[in-house]
């Protein structure tokens, strides 16, 4: 993980020392944090609030596995800063889920078996969440090609373009946008 942005202890602060006040919208629930401004989202949601669906893979951008949603687009949380997220709404993996029932990626990616470690899940799925708010008619080659930046080292693709697919089906016919 990139290197952790250090806070002095609360008893060596002083007013100028003081992070400024942060608010996140997070799942829909408003968090006020005192945090570097310029902390990954990543380090924040996992060490701060505890959403450790998100996953850290690379911390470079490259394997996906941290993406959430900030305005409804996808983003690698680990290269955004925390500051870049405040103007807008952020989506994690544990948001998705509504009245109790997983949004149909979710449960798609569970009826294809479209995984092995499933530690690349979260990030697939968010992925794929995205682009079916966008554009749920998404042929084979779009699915292919919004999930380009999601790496997953099991090689579950055969599965998880099944379960995007199947989702994509299933919020056509309406179950769910
Ligand atoms: Fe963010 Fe890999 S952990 S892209």
Redo the contacts with the bound molecule.
């Keep these: 993980m990139p290197r952790r942005h250090c806070i002095p202890p609360a008893s060596r602060l002083t007013m100028f020392d003081m992070p400024p006040q942060l608010e996140l919208e997070i799942n829909g629930r408003r968090y006020d944090i005192r945090f570097d401004p310029e902390t990954p989202l990543?380090q924040v949601l996992r060490d701060e609030l505890g959403l450790t669906g998100t996953k850290?893979?690379?911390?470079?951008?490259?394997?996906?596995?941290?993406t959430v949603l900030i305005g409804g687009s996808p983003r690698?949380?680990?290269?955004i800063p925390a500051r870049a997220a405040a103007a807008k709404p952020v989506v994690t993996v544990e948001g998705l889920e509504r009245d109790g029932q997983l949004h149909p990626v979710q449960q798609a990616f569970i009826d294809a078996g479209a995984f092995q470690c499933a530690y690349c899940t979260p990030g697939m799925i968010m992925s794929s969440v995205a682009l079916l708010e966008h554009n749920p008619r998404a042929n084979t080659t779009e699915i292919v090609q919004s999930l380009n930046g999601n790496i997953c080292r099991c090689g579950a693709h055969p599965q998880i373009l099944a379960a995007v697919q199947a989702a994509a089906q299933k919020i056509v016919r309406g179950h769910r946008s």
């Excluded at 850290?56 to 941290?66: L, R």
């Excluded at 690698?76 to 290269?79: A, G, I, L, M």
């Design positions: 990543l850290y893979g690379c911390g470079e951008g490259q394997c996906g596995a941290c690698r949380s680990c290269q």
